[in-house]
């Protein structure tokens, strides 16, 4: 069975730190990553806010530098995956497939010669916003009021679409994602978020737009960060099931992955402490009755056929 992650910031933890892949304190590292017993995973490139004016450029660019110093010093364990395709090739392997995205789209510098340019060198998913508004549009800490897309985001998705990468709509604000869903011509991705039926945060998706981006062939990444999945009390394992199993209810099996955030979130539910633990969430999916192949489906099939549909 393929685990793929839609989204960790371990490149953004690690970066400065003096400490490699192997030597990381947090949430993913190699050990943890074999316990998973591999699979794919998206190390996103995460633009830090203190780099917003004139260094956000500056800092993805390290962070893409470290993840190919990664596929170097770690060949046995990591291969760089630029398409589905090559996804099932480095599963079969027996290494993790790995996947570049950028968290914010002030890495651009409002360029689309830039997004081209991170393309070729390997990004192959952009996550538009973070919580603030940007060049492209309004993450959701702008609110309803921060407006969509803007005549530059709108330049972007279409660029994106032409040149086969994921657009993710995670921290985008609702004027924003439904532009996004007006525009692009493929599939499109929420990388780590959640049902706000569930968790009452803005970060969540709506039931609406869970229903349209499956309709369209997206898929929405379960995000394990506690404030997303409860109110008033501890999260556990069992809540990132029951995201999953509303993700099933309104949007359908086909349309659930998983996103967990790890390294990019302050704390994890009981039972998810770490990536090693993931596997976990497969068994009890099996005990509540789901099908092998649904299992599989949430658990990383979804998101491979997202990519084999956008990337290939």
């Not at 309004?138 to 897309?149: I, S, V």
């Amino acid at each position: 069975m393929l685990i793929f992650d839609a989204h960790v910031d371990t490149l953004s933890r690690l970066l400065g730190s003096g400490r490699s892949l192997a030597e990381n304190q947090g949430h993913v590292d190699l050990a943890k990553l074999r316990q998973r017993k591999k699979g794919a995973q998206f190390f996103a490139a995460f633009v830090d806010p203190r780099c917003y004016h004139g260094k956000a450029l500056h800092s993805t660019m390290e962070m893409l530098d470290l993840f190919w110093r990664w596929m170097e010093e770690y060949p046995g364990d990591l291969a760089f995956a630029g398409s589905g395709q090559d996804i099932l090739e480095v599963h079969s392997s027996g290494r993790v497939a790995s996947l570049l995205a950028i968290e914010g789209g002030e890495a651009l510098e409002g360029s689309l010669a830039n997004l081209r340019m991170f393309y070729r060198l390997g990004v192959r998913l952009l996550t538009l916003t973070w919580n603030h508004r940007n060049d492209l549009a309004a993450g959701q800490g702008e609110g309803p009021g921060g407006g969509g897309l803007s005549r530059f985001g709108e330049a972007v998705v279409a660029e994106m679409n032409k040149l086969g990468m994921l657009v993710d709509v995670s921290h985008l604000n609702e004027q924003g994602f439904w532009d996004v869903l007006r525009i692009s011509d493929a599939p499109i991705i929420a990388s780590h978020s959640n049902a706000r039926a569930l968790c009452d945060h803005p970060r969540n998706l709506t039931d609406q737009q869970i229903a349209a981006l499956a309709e369209r062939g997206g898929v929405i990444g379960v995000n394990f960060y506690p404030h997303f999945l409860v109110k008033e009390r501890q999260a556990t394992i069992h809540d990132v099931i029951e995201q999953i199993e509303h993700l099933v209810k309104v949007g359908g099996v086909d349309c659930v992955a998983l996103g967990s955030d790890f390294d990019g979130i302050s704390g994890t539910p009981l039972g998810l402490e770490h990536c090693g633990k993931v596997p976990e969430v497969a068994e009890i999916l099996k005990e509540r009755g789901y099908t092998g192949s649904e299992v599989e489906k949430i658990m990383g099939g979804n998101l491979l056929r997202l990519c084999q549909t956008v990337l290939d």
